[in-house]
């Protein structure tokens, strides 16, 4: 019997998950905020049909009482985040939020299913990350002068990743971070953000030549920073958002040119300088080939996807535990074996509807920083996702980057949180300046209609003939041409 509810489980999970991405992307074609709502609330309840139904599953394969209890952990989590957003603020973008808690959701049953401690740790991570989110988007709404801290913003960059390059801790060869009390803190993940307030704030400054190249010098800094780290992924991410946010700010095609050729030649010098850049170059190339020198990993990848096919072997079906780094790195390889290829697409094209959702925020705000923020901000966190899934699938070299919100992995959770409370943020912005704009509007057409009125009563008043004075009644004035009569003489 429970072969058959797991059999039965992995296509409706698949048929649920299908019809919430496809309300992600129909509901940019409906402009009735009633029908919109109606849709973000079936999607809520699509993501909670899909969240019961995995647990149900688990405990089945389990009969682990503890699972019923942290189901609903996550189910108060989940429908505290959407009520105190919806509470807190009104004018929030409820698609970001849903899709927030459904790539969490996806990411706790993942871990749950690998690892119940580490699911443990997201949870009690996932929590206070998002209670710090909810004060963000005071503060983008509240502090005007955020443009300003151009070198705040720098220094602390610069100051945190030459501290882990110091001091950090070598994990899979690089220096990532550092542990304090136990904490395995990651300063990248939120000096990637630190990093697009920086370039934000200096292109929004100055867009002359100098400034450029002394922002380019910066940003140059920050990536060598981190390839002397051997954070290659992160590097890579800080580089393509800085060309992204550069040309967009600039609409110079020179600019790229040299970015991206710069870039080549410090690909080619980081193949032949670290020993691991050659080693992933040659796995991407066949990894069956490099099978016991490296290629182990990303082969177990491409067995576990191969193994899924589109409909998966069932949650709990699946043998994760050939795949090293299961957990963070590999969970897309995971997903796709025991869920299958088709909840994995779907899983892709939810991210691509928020970053779709974060370009059409910077699209249609007016100030220059914010739209270089949003920009910058959604480059960063679908980049990501594409450096994660192209690495799992041989499509790229592996960067060792993690999913955001789906990966285990406190400091990128963390990071992504405040990322998206930031779009939040830069969304209540936007309707405050959609607003002001509406009430301008009506204000000038007050005062044109106002002044038509004022013009109109004048017309009336100098129309209507005016009566004679006191004195002067009975009396015309003469006649042109006629002599005026003379006056009797008493």
Known sequence: MVNIIVELSKY???????????????????????????????????????????FLVMYLETEDIKLLAFYLMQVVLFGATI????????????????????????????LTRLNYTNAVKQFVIAAGAIAISLAVPVIIRKFKKLAEWRKVYAIAGIVSLGIVAVVGQVSYGAKLGFTIAGINIQPSELVKIIFVFFVASSFKMSLEFKNIVITTALAAFHVLILVVSKDLGAALIIFIVYLVMLYVATRQ???????????????????????????????WRDPFAAYD???????????????????????????????????????????SEEMGIIFALCIILICVSCYVMF?????????????????????????????????????????GVTLPLVSYGGSSLLSTMIMFAIIQG?????????????????????????????????????????????????????????????????
């Not at 059409?360 to 914010?370: C, G, R, S, T």
């Not at 204000?443 to 013009?455: D, H, I, M, Y």
């Open 426 to 490: 830069l969304y209540i912005l936007r309707e405050d300046e959609e607003e002001d704009i509406e009430r301008k509007k009506k204000e000038r057409l007050r005062a044109k209609r106002s002044g038509q009125e004022v013009k109109k009563k004048r017309r009336k008043t100098a129309d209507v003939p005016q009566r004679p004075q006191r004195g002067q009644q009975g009396r015309q004035a003469p006649e042109k041409g006629k002599a005026r009569p003379k006056q009797r003489v008493r």
């Open 253 to 283: 095609p020179l600019y790229i040119l040299a970015g991206l050729g710069a870039g080549s030649v410090a690909s080619v010098g980081a193949y032949y300088l670290f020993g691991h850049v050659r080693t992933r170059v040659i796995v």
């Open 83 to 110: 009520l105190l957003y919806t509470i807190l603020y009104p004018k929030v973008s409820r698609l970001v939020v849903n899709n927030l808690c459904m790539l969490l959701s996806i990411g706790l049953i993942m």
């Open 12 to 54: 409706l999970m698949i048929i649920l998950i299908t019809m919430y991405t496809y309300l992600c992307f129909s509901i940019f074609g409906y402009q009735d905020p009633d029908r919109k709502k109606s849709m973000l609330r079936r999607q809520n309840v699509l993501m909670y049909m899909v969240h019961i139904i995995a």
């Open 359 to 399: 370009l059409n925020i910077a699209m249609q705000l007016h100030n220059m920083f914010y739209k270089l923020v949003a920009l910058g901000l959604g480059t960063c966190y679908i980049f990501q996702v594409f450096l994660t899934i192209g690495g799992v699938t041989k499509f790229i070299p592996s960067t």
């Open 293 to 335: 020198n490296g290629g182990y990993q990303v082969a177990q990848s491409l067995f576990a996807i191969g193994t899924g096919s589109w409909f998966g072997l069932g949650l709990c079906q699946g043998e994760p535990d050939l795949i090293p780094v299961a957990d963070s790195d590999f969970i897309f390889s995971v997903i």
